[in-house]
């Protein structure tokens, strides 16, 4: 370990006397934002950015939109960001504007106002985290990312209170690292009471909004408090090693290869431990939101990997504030830099060869075949979001006797298998007619021929979410059925649908 620590500081300091001739450091910087907007413009959003965009846009007017947001359980800040946007840029390119700006800004923060030295700002900045989980995604988390590290760097300033009120109208995670910020400020001896009170008023504002309607159900089941916590250190290995894999290759929301997961997971909290040392505050403060997402995921809600990528920002911020207050990071920090900067470089071109998700194709497709005004399906319910944004077509939620275009999460089908699946569909075959379905599993291989005819299949971006598109009761009439929607108070996304070549 002490060898490849002397080799990560070799490389960082050899690159720190590169990059301390100007026109190297700006060719540097000018490379780095430019591979992050190509990232952002080339981005194919997956359900939960379409899902977004959707209530964002879709909602008829603000009290829709917080109506709306009850079955979401998010702030209403993105969202109002998103519907300001696409003002400007129409409902297409409000994602990646927002993103852009948000991008740019976190990566300048980071370029010219972090503590660090040069190499180490841009390994920073190149880090998988960073570069593509929360700069290349359009989702809450990159708003969050860019207020949380604009309140870091203006710690010294009274702006920062700005950052920290704002914090808590993102995400309720970022809420919890609002805390952190204020308990540090505290410690700094900068605590500002209209900054406190404009915080606590803003973080009672946010827990109104995402008070859940009576209604709602999770978008994702518990499976015990054991395999809930198993899964929460496997993907805690992301962490110290940010690279996604699956069976074949690169697949987003995956694991660490060779399922090292769970090992790598105890490595990077050992890791940040050691990083932390003599930093007592700083060590409660990290274990404290540590804990908290580890009881949020086995008792409340299974957080992803991306949500805990946010531990990995809260060390890079704590150490960031120690830089500033004179305290270097050891060659260990350094070397998890470079490491991460790699796996970043790596997924950049990865998706810069695949796309992210392939709706767009999808669509396409339906199009293609004319099928754009039939009664259409899917399974999973959600799998559509993308195709619903970029054509208009609604699509029935099984066994809900309703039309959707972004999900409410007020109903649970109670298809579990192929099985299942099968015998539903046979019923409704037999109450309706011919329909269409959209869906993400092969369903040619496991259904009998009489019940669906396949139309086309999508490949899977990096996001490993195929779409399969069937003709069910292929050998009967067209079904008359007409459903309302799921969503009553609902605008269209466009006049006209727009499908991007």
Same mark, same amino acid.
């Given at each position: 370990?002490?060898?490849?620590?002397a080799a990560?500081?070799a490389v960082?300091?050899r690159?720190?006397?590169?990059?301390?001739?100007?026109?190297?450091?700006?060719?540097a910087?000018?490379?780095?934002?430019?591979?992050?907007?190509?990232?952002?413009?080339?981005?194919?959003?997956?359900l939960d950015?379409?899902?977004?965009?959707q =209530?964002a846009l879709?909602?008829?007017?603000?009290?829709d939109?917080?109506?709306?947001?009850?079955?979401?359980?998010?702030?209403?800040?993105w %969202?109002?960001?998103?519907?300001?946007?696409?003002?400007?840029?129409?409902p297409y390119?409000?994602?990646?504007?927002?993103?852009?700006?948000?991008?740019?800004?976190?990566?300048g923060a980071?370029?010219?106002?972090?503590?660090f030295?040069r190499?180490?700002?841009?390994?920073?900045g190149s880090?998988?985290v960073?570069l593509?989980?929360?700069?290349t995604?359009?989702?809450?988390?990159t708003?969050? @990312?860019?207020?949380l +590290?604009l309140?870091?760097?203006?710690?010294?300033s009274r702006?920062a209170?700005?950052g =920290?009120?704002l914090?808590?109208?993102?995400?309720?995670?970022?809420?919890?690292?609002s805390?952190?910020?204020? /308990?540090l400020?505290? $410690?700094d001896d900068?605590?500002?009471r209209p900054g406190?009170?404009?915080?606590?008023a803003?973080?009672?504002?946010?827990?109104?909004?995402v008070i859940p309607?009576?209604d709602? /159900?999770?978008?994702?089941?518990?499976?015990g408090?054991v395999?809930?916590?198993?899964? %929460?250190l496997r993907?805690?290995?992301?962490l110290l090693?940010?690279l996604q894999?699956g069976?074949?290759?690169?697949?987003?929301?995956?694991?660490?290869p060779?399922?090292l997961g769970g090992l790598?997971g105890?490595?990077?909290f050992?890791?940040?431990?050691?990083q932390?040392?003599?930093?007592?505050?700083?060590?409660?403060?990290?274990?404290?939101?540590?804990?908290?997402?580890f009881?949020f995921?086995?008792?409340v809600?299974?957080?992803?990997?991306?949500h805990?990528?946010?531990i990995?920002?809260?060390?890079?911020?704590?150490v960031?504030?120690?830089?500033?207050?004179?305290?270097?990071?050891t060659?260990?920090?350094?070397?998890?830099?470079?490491?991460?900067?790699?796996c970043?470089?790596f997924?950049?071109?990865?998706?810069?060869?695949?796309?992210?998700?392939t709706a767009?194709?999808?669509?396409?497709?339906?199009?293609r075949?004319?099928?754009?005004?039939?009664?259409?399906?899917?399974?999973?319910?959600?799998?559509?979001?993308? +195709?619903?944004a970029?054509t208009?077509?609604?699509f029935?939620r099984?066994?809900?006797r309703?039309?959707?275009?972004? @999900?409410?999460?007020?109903f649970?089908?109670r298809l579990?298998?192929? $099985?299942?699946?099968a015998a %539903?569909?046979d019923?409704?075959i037999?109450a309706?007619?011919r329909?269409?379905?959209?869906?993400?599993?092969?369903?040619?291989? +496991?259904?009998?021929?009489?019940t669906?005819?396949?139309?086309?299949s999508i490949?899977a971006g990096?996001?490993?979410?195929?779409?399969?598109?069937f003709v069910?009761?292929?050998d009967r009439?067209?079904?008359?059925v007409?459903l309302?929607?799921?969503?009553?108070?609902?605008r269209?996304?466009?006049?006209?649908?727009? =499908?991007?070549g």
């Amino acid at each position: 370990m002490r060898g490849l620590c002397a080799a990560a500081d070799a490389v960082v300091e050899r690159a720190d006397a590169l990059f301390a001739l100007t026109v190297a450091w700006l060719g540097a910087v000018a490379a780095l934002l430019s591979l992050q907007m190509v990232l952002v413009f080339t981005h194919r959003p997956w359900l939960d950015e379409w899902q977004a965009l959707q =209530i964002a846009l879709q909602s008829p007017s603000l009290a829709d939109l917080l109506a709306n947001l009850k079955y979401e359980g998010h702030p209403p800040l993105w %969202y109002l960001l998103l519907r300001a946007a696409a003002v400007v840029t129409g409902p297409y390119g409000a994602l990646a504007a927002t993103a852009a700006v948000l991008a740019a800004v976190t990566q300048g923060a980071i370029l010219f106002a972090c503590p660090f030295s040069r190499a180490e700002r841009l390994l920073l900045g190149s880090h998988c985290v960073m570069l593509f989980e929360f700069l290349t995604l359009s989702r809450s988390l990159t708003l969050g @990312v860019a207020v949380l +590290v604009l309140a870091t760097a203006l710690r010294r300033s009274r702006w920062a209170w700005a950052g =920290i009120a704002l914090l808590p109208m993102c995400d309720f995670l970022f809420g919890a690292l609002s805390c952190v910020l204020v /308990v540090l400020q505290w $410690r700094d001896d900068r605590l500002w009471r209209p900054g406190v009170a404009l915080w606590l008023a803003s973080a009672a504002l946010a827990a109104w909004t995402v008070i859940p309607a009576p209604d709602t /159900v999770p978008a994702l089941e518990h499976r015990g408090a054991v395999l809930d916590g198993f899964d %929460y250190l496997r993907r805690a290995g992301l962490l110290l090693v940010p690279l996604q894999w699956g069976e074949h290759g690169p697949v987003w929301n995956g694991s660490v290869p060779l399922r090292l997961g769970g090992l790598l997971g105890i490595l990077f909290f050992v890791f940040a431990f050691v990083q932390l040392r003599g930093d007592r505050l700083g060590q409660w403060l990290f274990w404290s939101f540590v804990g908290l997402t580890f009881v949020f995921t086995v008792a409340v809600y299974p957080l992803a990997a991306r949500h805990l990528m946010l531990i990995a920002l809260l060390l890079v911020l704590l150490v960031w504030r120690r830089a500033g207050d004179g305290v270097p990071p050891t060659g260990g920090f350094r070397t998890w830099l470079l490491a991460g900067a790699g796996c970043g470089m790596f997924v950049a071109a990865w998706n810069c060869a695949v796309p992210f998700d392939t709706a767009d194709a999808a669509a396409r497709a339906i199009t293609r075949h004319g099928l754009a005004d039939r009664h259409w399906m899917a399974f999973p319910e959600s799998r559509a979001q993308g +195709v619903s944004a970029l054509t208009g077509i609604t699509f029935e939620r099984p066994q809900g006797r309703c039309m959707q275009t972004f @999900v409410r999460w007020n109903f649970h089908p109670r298809l579990r298998d192929a $099985r299942q699946l099968a015998a %539903y569909l046979d019923q409704e075959i037999a109450a309706r007619g011919r329909f269409y379905l959209l869906s993400e599993l092969p369903l040619a291989t +496991v259904l009998p021929p009489g019940t669906l005819r396949p139309i086309a299949s999508i490949p899977a971006g990096y996001d490993d979410q195929e779409y399969h598109l069937f003709v069910i009761g292929p050998d009967r009439p067209e079904s008359r059925v007409r459903l309302p929607l799921c969503v009553t108070d609902q605008r269209p996304l466009a006049r006209m649908p727009l =499908i991007p070549g």
